[in-house]
């Protein structure tokens, strides 16, 4: 029948023009039928943890009490160019925003509400300030201004968080209380070191530190006392020169530290004479140049006698050329030999 035809003809051409297919053999009895591999995606990691902030103090110091973590507290003035920057450059830091992950923090405004109330109770004259505290309460580190670049922001609240780590092992332990002393003479509260320090002093010296002498400890009892109580850092600093008299580390940095303090004092006479017996006893330590630079200062600044200054500063570049501290004396030097023409000042 002529209407059959071209049906025939399109179903042939289907036929020909369809994708050939496989018949997949038979699977034996007791087989077990093997399944197509199909590729697993990787899973994703977490989202990184990134600070939260409180509005409220009260807050923050809950969440640090529960949790046992440090409380940060911010004090910010909205409309100071110093709080701007410090928020821009260092809080909005993506690794600053996930360290601070790990704290209770709060900011809290400075310029007005309750946090203005709070911030005159710190004693600090300008936002921003920078707080932090223990889980309990304790204030163990604080600093005024803007803290750039982020880095060394992270690295000043690292070392509340290593002093509180090593100030919390159970049980007592000299050498994890060593570890928190030197930690805390990195914060502002350096003179809370103290107490820990007699503590270790009481011990047999067989229970101290390995490498830790009385020698060190009372070294770093002066150092912690330097600024907070000037009468108590000179008792542990001389006791540092009768155990390590020849110790050019330690009764060294001793003399060194009381030269500091002397001059502070305006006792530029004796701040003078330390400088000379550490360059006589010491020639050879490492901060032979600070003692040169020191004792020229003390008698440029504090003596009034240019002359002399200037022939300590010549000795120094003389006898030490390849000393790192030779370009800031020559500096200190073009500054000096103006006046020392002008002759005595009075």
Same mark, same amino acid.
């Given at each position: 029948?002529?209407?059959?035809?071209?049906?025939?003809?399109?179903?042939?051409?289907?036929?020909?023009?369809?994708?050939?297919?496989?018949?997949?053999?038979?699977?034996?009895?007791?087989?077990?039928?093997?399944?197509?591999?199909?590729?697993?995606?990787?899973?994703?990691?977490?989202?990184? !943890?990134?600070?939260?902030?409180?509005?409220?103090? @009260?807050?923050?110091?809950?969440?640090?009490?529960?949790?046992?973590?440090?409380?940060?507290?911010?004090?910010?003035?909205? @409309?100071?160019?110093?709080?701007?920057?410090f928020e821009e450059m260092t809080l909005s830091d993506r690794q600053t925003r996930e360290f601070l992950a790990g704290f209770a923090a709060v900011k809290l405004n400075a310029a007005k509400g309750p946090g203005e109330k709070r911030f005159a109770q710190t004693g600090a004259k300008e936002a921003p300030l920078t707080q932090v505290f223990s889980p309990d309460g304790e204030l163990l580190d604080w600093r005024p201004g803007c803290m750039i670049p982020a880095a060394a922001f992270r690295e000043r609240l690292a070392s509340s968080l290593e002093y509180w780590k090593a100030a919390n092992v159970k049980p007592f332990d000299p050498a994890a209380r060593w570890r928190a002393v030197q930690a805390r003479l990195k914060l502002a509260t350096c003179q809370e070191a103290v107490p820990e320090i007699d503590k270790l002093l009481k011990l047999p010296a067989k229970k101290l530190p390995k490498d830790v002498t009385p020698a060190l400890m009372h070294l770093t009892r002066g150092e912690a006392l330097l600024l907070a109580d000037p009468k108590r850092a000179e008792q542990s600093l001389q006791k540092v020169r009768e155990l390590a008299a020849a110790d050019a580390e330690l009764a060294g940095q001793a003399i060194l530290l009381l030269a500091d303090m002397c001059f502070r004092a305006e006792r530029c006479t004796q701040a003078r004479d330390l400088c000379a017996e550490y360059i006589s006893s010491f020639p050879k330590a490492a901060d032979v140049g600070r003692a040169y630079y020191t004792k020229a200062m003390v008698e440029f600044?504090?003596?009034?006698?240019?002359?002399?200054?200037?022939?300590?500063?010549?000795?120094?570049?003389?006898?030490?050329? @390849?000393?790192?501290?030779?370009?800031?004396?020559? @500096?200190?030097?073009?500054?000096?030999?103006?006046?020392? !023409?002008?002759?005595?000042?009075k």
């Open positions: 029948m002529p209407g059959i035809l071209p049906v025939l003809l399109s179903v042939l051409s289907q036929l020909q023009t369809a994708p050939a297919t496989s018949t997949a053999p038979a699977t034996r009895p007791g087989a077990v039928e093997s399944q197509p591999a199909t590729a697993t995606a990787p899973a994703e990691p977490p989202p990184p !943890k990134v600070v939260r902030w409180h509005g409220e103090y @009260d807050q923050a110091a809950e969440e640090a009490r529960k949790a046992g973590r440090l409380l940060l507290v911010i004090y910010y003035d909205p @409309d100071a160019p110093a709080s701007q920057t600044r504090g003596l009034k006698d240019a002359a002399a200054a200037g022939r300590t500063l010549k000795e120094f570049i003389e006898k030490y050329p @390849d000393d790192r501290g030779v370009v800031e004396a020559k @500096d200190l030097l073009d500054i000096i030999e103006p006046a020392e !023409k002008k002759g005595p000042r």
